[in-house]
């Protein structure tokens, strides 16, 4: 569709240059051509002046109709020239980067569509003076350099737009990070092991390599956000709607709430979205789920009758978000953003799922977490494009956002398969194992070297497992034929010197396992954007400190009652 502002302005710019028709033409001397209004008039009185008289009118009625076609004129170039700046201005906002190919690329569906995955990140970095402000703790740093990404959010559109999913990474999990170079500040690493945040340090592009190497998913795109753009977001939808199940007072958030329903503008949204302290057990982990409440009450508020339709609301929120948002390249356009908000609002809210990463705590830091069990099962899930609902809302047995599927009778999670390499080419069986284990197979998959060579690959299966080998099979695109039915039990696959290379067999038609829903949303906290009476849950644990006393939220509540509420 062409941009609206496209048309009228082009318009505009050719109705400058254009001579106004009708317009006096001066000979080279300075003297008028004979004839038009001097002679009209001058023809009349020599006809008489009753003549003339009855000639007046018309002339007033064109003098009327000329104003009116100038004010016309008038009104269109500025309405135009208005609507061009708009554009210009709001295309002006925007902060771009490049990804450089960091976030691999995404596989469309029969029907050439494609999904989209963004990730989404909330900067704590005080780089400026309004997030020093906000934020806090520059009093001995002044202004700082540098950010983490202290929320992570995966957020995934389905090729066809008919569901979404939202996986929260937690701040706190460690990780592998990469090799990386910002390219706007310079900085480097060759990659360490560390807090999966920090990877912030060195670039957006950097942390969605980091995300992209930890779950398989492609990320096509990044939207940054720090502490001053949460404030103009909210308050250009007008606050946000949120519920607490308790009094709260996060001490170090600021957020002060009572009980109940409050519409959050400004710092008070702020405040919610960054209070870690506040809810569930005072961890990070429990900051996802009341972000997820947030974010679905903004989703709701955009959708809501009129705030789309509104040109001052829909202008308002154009202008925030641009100011408010750093961007890669793919996105870095008012066009390219409004047909990403176009491409979210075609999801329902009922099909629109909120998760949080399973984890484990760190063995090595009881403060830290790793990726837990389930984990890769709902990572498979969003790089599958298959969906965590229902074309109703409800949880999904097995939902792929472009085919149907039957439930195995054993989910792939609990699939293992012993992977042995028949070929002389080197690592054959840990491509293919890694390959299963990246579709959500079970992490008990392991390989060997093959007892000889092996011209054909087959997957043998013991007694009752035809099900389980089917699962596999389809996964890898290895056709039926191939598997056979041994005396012993578990799964072996063979790989044969007729599959070389790749992780799909040659010729087969490999497709993603079926959806294990069970187990992706297992420990997710699963929710989904049409809850609109879900209330984040205030922690009742001594998580804040109120004049260096340890208290439960509610506790602080009540003994800080001169304080004034968030929403006051």
Known sequence: MSDPWDGPAGQATRSRSARVPGQRVAEPDGTRQPGGRAAARAAARGRGGTRGHRARPVGRAKKVLKGLGIGMSVVIVVT???????????????????????????????????????????????????????????????????????????????????????????????????????????????????????????????????????????????????????????????????????????????????????????????????????????????????????????????????????????????????????????????KKLISLAADVNKVPTKRMTFTTMQTAPDPDNKDRVVVGPGAKTLFATIANDQSLTTGSGKKSTAASATAKATTPAVPASQIAVTVENGTAVTGRASAIAAALTDQGFSSGTTTANAPSPATTTTLTYGTDQKAQATTVAKALGLPTSHLQQGTGTGLTLVIGSDWASGTSYPGGSSSAAPADTKTAVGGAHASTADQAKACAKVSPYKTVSLNGVAMTPAQAYAAARGKPDSDD
């Open 80 to 334: 135009a020239g208005a609507g061009w700046w708009f554009y210009e201005h709001l295309n002006g906002n925007i902060h771009s980067l490049s990804l450089d190919g960091k976030g691999g690329s995404e596989k469309a569906d029969a029907f050439g569509r494609t999904p989209i995955n963004i990730l989404v990140m909330g900067s704590d970095g005080r780089t400026n003076a309004a997030d020093c402000k906000l934020g806090g703790g520059c009093s001995k740093t002044g202004v700082q350099t540098g950010s983490n990404a202290d929320v992570e959010m995966v957020v995934h559109i389905s090729a066809d737009r008919s569901n979404a999913t939202v996986m929260s990474i937690p701040r706190d999990t460690m990780t592998r990070v990469p090799a990386c170079k910002d390219s706007e500040s310079g900085q480097s690493t060759s990659g360490y092991y560390g807090q999966i945040n920090s990877a912030l340090q060195y670039g957006p592009a950097c942390q969605v390599a980091t995300v992209h190497q930890l779950t398989g998913i492609p990320i096509d795109h990044f939207v940054k956000l720090d502490f001053s753009g949460v404030v103009k977001m909210s308050d250009a939808v007008g606050g946000v709607p949120v519920c607490v199940s308790d009094d709260v007072y996060d001490t170090y958030s600021h957020l002060k709430l009572s009980k109940g329903t409050h519409t959050l503008k400004g710092e008070g949204a702020l405040e919610f979205v960054r209070s870690r302290h506040g809810f569930g057990d005072g961890s990070d982990l429990g900051r996802t789920i009341s972000q997820h409440i947030f974010l679905s009450a903004m989703i709701r508020k955009f959708k809501s009758a009129g705030t789309l339709t509104d040109p001052t609301a829909v202008y308002g929120l154009a202008d925030a978000a641009t100011k408010a948002l750093t961007v890669d390249d793919g996105l870095g356009s008012v």
